[in-house]
């Protein structure tokens, strides 16, 4: 069955630095993959997706990669700061979309 | 675009009682909706997907007796915990799979407290 995995650990960085988070997929060929942030005591919300003939999309200082090759995908936070505090989920599309743990990003002051 | 609503944000009930959330997307049509549930630091658990007009698909160990859903509507959904008990105390979100098929859309979440 597919599988998403991401860094479980919490990711600390100092604010202005580039947060970068990893998520990496087996078992599935995706026609494209989502980020979605979630707060804590708040549903996910969606902020990406990219498709598999998109090697990178933008959309403010967000940046997402996506390698077929390597079967993974990456998020960029440029400039971060402390309110980009949360956790970061991927999602492969299928009927039942499949979603990663999420990794925790801590932008310190 | 593509909001999706959850009613109540929380609730407070007594043991034995039942508890119904409401799941409304509010500007597009969704022919699927899912329920989740999320215990603290944990991730998304998929209770059930819920199709407009047929039954819902129940994944494996969640009780269809206990967590009834309703999709009567393209832009309504309901999940009802019947006699609700303090293990159900959790934090409920809905989602509604937009029209174009590849995106879901999150509600707020419900947090429920079974006392």
């Known amino acids: 069955s597919q599988k998403i995995e991401q860094n479980s650990e919490a990711l600390n960085i100092q604010e202005g630095k580039t947060a970068t988070l990893t998520c990496n997929y087996t078992n599935y060929s995706p026609a494209y993959l989502q980020w979605y942030r979630q707060d804590p005591g708040r549903g996910p919300v969606f902020l990406l997706l990219?498709?598999?003939?998109?090697k990178e999309k933008r959309k403010e200082r967000l940046k997402v990669t996506f390698d077929t090759t390597l079967k993974q995908s990456l998020f960029h936070i440029t400039a971060s700061q402390p309110a980009d505090s949360a956790t970061y989920l991927c999602a492969l599309p299928s009927y039942i979309p499949t979603f990663g743990r999420g990794t925790s990003l801590i932008v310190h002051p | 675009g593509a909001v999706v609503s959850q009613h109540p944000s929380w609730v407070i009930c007594k043991s034995g009682t039942s508890v119904k959330i409401e799941c409304r997307s509010l500007?597009?049509?969704?022919?699927?909706m899912f329920w989740y549930r999320q215990f603290p630091k944990q991730s998304l658990m998929l209770m059930a997907t819920s199709n407009e007009g047929s039954k819902a698909t129940y994944e494996q160990g969640v009780e269809k007796d206990k967590f009834l859903i309703n999709h009567a509507s393209l832009t309504l959904s309901t999940l009802t915990v019947t006699s609700a008990h303090p293990e159900d105390s959790s934090f409920y979100i809905c989602s509604a799979r937009d029209p174009a098929g590849e995106t879901q859309y999150f509600g707020p979440g419900t947090r429920l407290l079974v006392l």
């Open positions: 500007d597009f049509q969704a022919t699927t």
């Open positions: 990219i498709r598999e003939n998109e």
